[in-house]
């Protein structure tokens, strides 16, 4: 009885011990091929006029501005939500834009391989307000948000770029926050360059304030991963950031330009790559109190949690070990 329950105690220790390992060797191959930064996927994408059937010119982060603001929105079956987010975007955008005849915008839509309507609402959308304000990037099969935004940004056309959710969680006019506290940021750093797209910084929302609501009224495994991820992104990218999970960012083109052109992370933690670039760079980070709302439909779950366990060991292993190098 005795050698029997002690062979199946081994037999469990053997099997643990080669679930390890293997789990080790899947973590230093990924990291591995993950070293030159998604070359496969630099292929400019396909820009198309849905009105005209024409080719449009893709643009590349490198290339000089030729709008003020860009707004990169990406969207995984987001057919019922964006709708009303697009609406209230752009409904911001015009009134802006009426007001100030030097205030120019475009919205990229990055369809993460969406299997519902997200790609016949997005173009919808390019018919009625036209593709030099609305583009739509078609990225074939859904790598994750990460690899979205990733795309949008590389190929927009802003002095400044925003990411934001498709699901319209934070009020799009709190832009004006992060907009102001960069302009300001910009002017007390270097009071002589000509724009401050020039200069590298990142202005991020923060929902720190709306702890305590959250906590009450989130469901547990979103309680459990916000405070498990507080102390992941402690020892992974440093302290410093309260929120590093709020879909509302800003970025300088010249601040784009670095970080996006270095991001190897796809899924849930390429915001926590964003913050290790940033303080790798000495990128200031600017963290602003956003108005933000619970919506309906959010894709985290449960599954989430081995996945954002598996892409902070990717960013552990291969920042520390050198592996991820940083082009500068």
Request: charged letters at 25%; glycine letters at 6%.
């Amino acid at each position: 009885m005795e050698w029997g329950l002690t062979t199946i105690v081994l037999l469990i220790l053997i099997v643990l011990v080669v679930l390890a390992i293997g789990l080790v060797i899947a973590i230093v191959f990924e990291t591995n091929r993950r070293k030159f930064n998604h070359s496969h996927l630099e292929a400019h994408p396909v820009m198309e006029d849905p009105n005209s059937l024409n080719p449009v010119p893709c643009p590349y982060i490198s290339d000089p501005a030729e709008k003020y603001l860009s707004l990169v929105v990406p969207a995984f079956n987001e057919e019922l939500r964006l709708p009303g987010a697009l609406e209230e975007t752009m409904n911001y955008l015009q009134r802006r834009a009426a007001k100030d005849k030097s205030f120019t915008y475009e919205v990229i839509i990055v369809d993460d391989g969406s299997v519902d309507g997200t790609k016949r609402v997005a173009f919808d959308f390019v018919r009625r307000y036209t593709v030099d304000n609305i583009r739509v990037i078609l990225l074939g099969r859904n790598f994750g948000k990460g690899e979205a935004i990733r795309k949008g940004m590389l190929h927009s056309r802003g002095e400044l770029l925003l990411m934001l959710d498709a699901d319209g969680a934070t009020q799009v006019d709190d832009l004006e926050k992060l907009e102001k506290q960069i302009s300001a940021f910009a002017k007390k750093e270097n009071d002589s360059s000509p724009k401050f797209s020039d200069i590298p910084i990142v202005a991020i929302g923060s929902r720190a304030h709306l702890e305590k609501k959250a906590l009450a009224t989130r469901k547990w495994y979103r309680n459990f991963l916000m405070k498990g991820f507080h102390v992941v992104v402690l020892l992974a990218a440093g302290p410093g950031i309260r929120d590093t999970q709020c879909g509302f960012k800003m970025f300088t083109r010249a601040a784009a330009r670095k970080l996006f052109s270095n991001i190897r992370l796809k899924r849930w933690c390429f915001d926590v790559e964003l913050v290790y670039l940033c303080k790798w760079f000495q990128i200031p980070i600017i963290e602003i109190s956003v108005n933000w709302s619970e919506i309906p439909g959010s894709k985290v779950n449960p599954l989430s949690i081995p996945n954002m366990l598996w892409e902070m060991a990717l960013m552990s292993l291969g920042y520390r070990s050198g592996i991820w190098r940083i082009r500068t």
